[in-house]
């Protein structure tokens, strides 16, 4: 009798621990249908890049001097300069350059120590091609603009769901002078000053 009341008693326990743990999973689902949403329709929706976003590298020509401190900081040594020296002129001609984005970390080291600023990061992130080859950009590639989300005409851009007005769920047709959730850095910074 002692073990058929304790086989009850194991039996109501575990009962017990699996109503606590599918309250505890249902405790989340409700949870995460009062928050606000976070899908974006991809091809037709964008979200727009933050300030400080590391996209593709852009490359520009004519401001190159050939002195490879890319290559140098790069942490996979990953930039191709290709030059020859001009005797006349007794300075390096650049002739070809390319990055593999196959193969890039994204790091922005070839950025920041550019000492010409021929490099800088753009928005683009959609480098997505059916050849790894593909990703092999050229300095002709790299020297193409990308288009803006904001100025895309297909696509619908949109503010990250997180900068949203508090009580703001739809994050379409938001003006772009609207305050987000959260300070500015400047705010913080007006605020620290005057501390």
Same mark, same amino acid.
């Given at each position: 009798?002692?073990?058929?009341?304790?086989?009850?008693?194991?039996?109501?326990?575990?009962?017990?621990?699996? *109503?606590?743990?599918?309250?505890?999973?249902?405790?989340?689902?409700?949870?995460?249908?009062q928050r606000?949403?976070?899908?974006?329709?991809?091809?037709?929706?964008?979200?727009?890049?933050?300030?400080?976003?590391?996209?593709?590298?852009?490359?520009?020509?004519?401001?190159?001097?050939?002195?490879?401190?890319? !290559?140098?900081?790069?942490?996979?040594?990953?930039?191709?300069?290709?030059?020859?020296?001009?005797?006349?002129?007794?300075?390096?001609? +650049?002739?070809?350059?390319?990055?593999?984005?196959? !193969?890039?970390?994204?790091?922005?080291?070839?950025?920041?120590?550019c000492p010409?600023?021929?490099?800088?990061?753009?928005?683009?992130?959609?480098?997505?091609?059916?050849?790894?080859?593909?990703?092999?950009?050229?300095?002709? *590639?790299l020297g193409? +603009?990308?288009?803006?989300?904001?100025?895309?005409?297909? !696509?619908?851009?949109?503010?990250?769901?997180?900068? +949203?007005?508090?009580?703001?769920?739809?994050?379409?047709?938001?003006? *772009?002078?609207?305050?987000?959730?959260?300070?500015?850095?400047?705010?913080? *910074?007006?605020?620290?000053?005057?501390?």
């Open positions: 009798m002692l073990k058929f009341l304790k086989q009850v008693g194991d039996y109501a326990k575990e009962t017990v621990q699996a *109503a606590k743990y599918i309250g505890q999973g249902l405790s989340v689902t409700f949870d995460h249908m606000r949403p976070i899908t974006v329709q991809y091809p037709y929706e964008k979200l727009i890049p933050s300030e400080r976003f590391r996209g593709r590298i852009h490359f520009e020509f004519d401001k190159c001097i050939s002195c490879e401190v890319c !290559v140098r900081v790069c942490p996979i040594n990953l930039p191709v300069v290709d030059w020859e020296f001009d005797k006349a002129s007794k300075k390096k001609k +650049l002739k070809h350059y390319s990055i593999d984005f196959g !193969v890039c970390i994204f790091c922005g080291n070839c950025v920041e120590y010409t600023n021929c490099l800088s990061m753009t928005e683009e992130y959609d480098l997505s091609t059916y050849d790894r080859h593909e990703l092999n950009y050229d300095n002709v *590639a193409r +603009l990308p288009y803006k989300v904001t100025e895309d005409p297909m !696509v619908t851009p949109l503010r990250e769901l997180v900068y +949203l007005p508090k009580g703001v769920l739809e994050p379409h047709g938001l003006p *772009a002078n609207s305050r987000r959730v959260g300070k500015l850095p400047e705010d913080i *910074a007006e605020q620290e000053a005057e501390k």
